[in-house]
């Protein structure tokens, strides 16, 4: 038995696969100041559906995968380590200076950004490599010991180091690594050539700086979690989600924290992808998780999950660089726990403060009194105030009704429907419009794409914004009120390695390049064959990170084999690097060279045996005659709507809206116009404009 978790802002999902490959979800309320309660709140609904304690249930466990936003949120909120940086003598202000660029390049009111750790803590090392890695200036050992006095008396909880040239010779890093270890014991040390092996300075600097800012704090967390895990009874793997859409051991990923900063959003594209396949081929899927605090939204192209290097905490150009390779997920904030409000002007606001989980939306209860999507939602009959989370959490219709009267229809001079409809429509435009950055602003056409509605929060509007985009086809996954949770039980075992050096097709360099190549391979097969499968051989993949002769940007190209063996081999890497630039940018360029500036591999071992992934206890159910209730839609005002129970839905029966599908996880709305049915697969289609079913 395996158990796979996403921590939310407002809910945690947990999603537990039987040994016979059977699939079942559960949500608990997170608990912010000790996620890990939230955790183990799940996991004892699970084990009282099996008729266990939990004690029971987690004996009969074998793996455990836990995503989580908490490193990410302790830099948001300032909870990182105190942390120095050590840095070639000269070179004190590269996270002052950064990369350049601005995305409001006239805009001289927002202030110049803060680097990551205050010159005040950043130390020069009189010391200096060249390009080629030989020693310009040796190590200045005494000037070193001197700097880690310094350390001492500042009280620094970590340490990073980021030398130039070290990703070319680490041996000026490995020894100031030596030294800190012997004068600061028990101080975590981060080196940049082993954190993110990049040849720019700044990104490299950036990624270690906060890979050892996270390590005390995401040490005792993930330390914690694994220790309270064993104290309920589990006895098997702790796993840890990572950035790049696979998972790791947690023993691991604590002293590599800056691999989980996108933990459990990674996961939505990889369900996404796994649920579009299945209900038909798309040139592009769009896998948009409406949580209880965020909208994530990934762009799956050709069956590809994108990657991206530039995660960035923060807006782009003025947060911080992550530079760590990571699923490519745009966030912004809205979801059902979005608060909305009126301004001094009269204008609507929905977002992107949010009630989180605590004190939660008006309707819970717990003592929020601003109105959120969810509060507008049970105001216009979307929700059954007695059927949430299954009839396990009772919501107060009333109460939200009255706040929703209060803050924005009265300022607003409208009626109470009116409003909480305002409320639902703004959110939708708001999350349109971030679909829109990923799409339209990279020349494809939402239209074309299809829509894949995950998260809890995701029924309530997802068939306005497929409507709104154009496409013809919305899926709501079976499992997508837990899309991220479901991703991390698809997810496979990884790493990544990485190697920086320069070659030319004007001047290929076989030796360099194929003794990159197979170091790589070799740590690759490595990794597999301590945490792999035997029985299931592991996929590795090599990327080029390369550029025409000239370029300051390279983008990433497969490599189509594992080693060079002449001129052909290097024509036909820039063939694919020719086609591989001309589908991002439009052109090529054939008479430049292209350069290589660095390799990545990456090892993925699957461990999950079952290709099927459905809910378990799915087989024949009784189609139950749909009761109905009051749903206000725009147009229509107040409507009998049918209500129907997803688990009773036979497949393939087409049903036209208005209507709405509920399940003890979601509550999915299809209102007037648009058709709906579910799928052999068990998923919920719908076509916004009422396509029949073929």
Known sequence: MRFATDTGGTFTDLVVEDDDGAISMHKA??????????????????????GLD?????????????????AINAIITGRTARTALLVTAGHRDILTLREGGRIEPFNHSVPYPAPFIPRALTFEVPERLIHDGSAHRPLDRAALVGIIERLKAEKVEAVAVCLLWSTINPAHELLVGEALAEGLPGVPVSLSHQVNPSLREFRRASSTAIDAALKPLMGRYLGGLEARMREAGFKGDVMVLTSAGGMMPATELAAAPIRIINSGPSMAPIAGHHYAGLEGDADSVIVADTGGTTYDISLVRNGHVPMTRELWIGQPTRGHLVGYPSVEVKSVGAGGGSIARVDAGGLLHVGPESAGAVPGPVCYGRGGILPTVTDAAITLGFLDPDFFLGGAMKLDRDAARAAIDLHVARPLGVTVEEAAWSIIHLSTENMVQAIADITVAQGIDPARSVLIGGGGAAGLNSTFIARRLGCERLIIPETGAALSAAGAMMSEITSEYAASLFTSTADFDFAKVNAALADLTARCEGFAAKSGDPSRPAEIGIIAEARYENQVWDIDVALPLD??????????????????????????????????????????????????????GDG???????????????????????????????????FQGPAIIESPFTTIVVDPGASVFRSAHGNIVIHPEGQSHD
């Open 29 to 50: 309320s997170t608990v912010p100041g000790d996620p890990v309660q939230g955790v183990l709140a799940a996991l004892t609904l699970a084990a009282q559906a099996q």
């Open 620 to 654: 024949e159910v009784a189609e139950e005659a749909a009761c109905t209730r009051p749903v206000w839609f725009q147009g229509t005002g107040w409507v009998e709507t049918a209500i129907h129970r997803l688990d009773a839905m036979l497949s393939d029966r087409v």
């Open 563 to 616: 080693q060079f063996m002449g001129d052909a081999d290097v024509t036909h890497l820039r063939r694919v690097f020719d086609a591989a630039h001309r589908q991002i940018f439009t052109i090529d360029d054939p008479s430049s060279p292209v350069e290589i500036v660095g390799l990545r591999a990456t090892v993925r071992c699957r461990v999950r045996p079952f290709t099927s992934f459905r809910l378990g």
């Open 54 to 70: 939990l004690a029971g249930l987690l004996d009969r466990g074998s793996t455990f995968i836990h995503g989580t936003t908490h």
